[in-house]
């Protein structure tokens, strides 16, 4: 399992869990938790600045410069969470695209 953040120079800041379980709260699969397509912060919302197609920071943007960040539960940084194919550090690359459709 992978907990991901958005770092920024300013700030950090938890996204939930990439995980596919619906039932953890923190998992961006559970609708009613960190996956909640309303909240602002949510990789699922495609009008918040996670989720959006268009945003620099988003999971979705194919051309994102700032996506949210993979760390593992030791801290070690593990990528982005990016559908981005040219950023060298996007899970992407590792056979895993899209990401999200």
Avoid: H
């Avoid at 770092?7 to 950090?12: C, G, I, K, R, W």
């Avoid at 699922?44 to 994102?64: L, R, V």
């Amino acid at each position: 399992m992978f907990v991901f953040v958005f770092v920024s120079f300013t700030n950090a800041e938890d996204l939930g869990n990439l995980s596919t379980n619906p039932y953890n709260p923190n998992s961006i699969s559970n609708p009613y938790g960190a996956g909640n397509p309303y909240n602002l912060n949510s990789v699922t919302n495609p009008y918040g600045q996670y989720g959006n197609p268009y945003s620099p920071n988003s999971a979705t943007n194919s051309y994102a410069t700032d996506a949210p960040k993979l760390y593992d539960n030791q801290s070690n940084y593990c990528g982005k969470l990016s559908n981005n194919p040219y950023d060298p550090d996007s899970i992407s690359k590792w056979g895993r695209q899209p990401i999200f459709s």
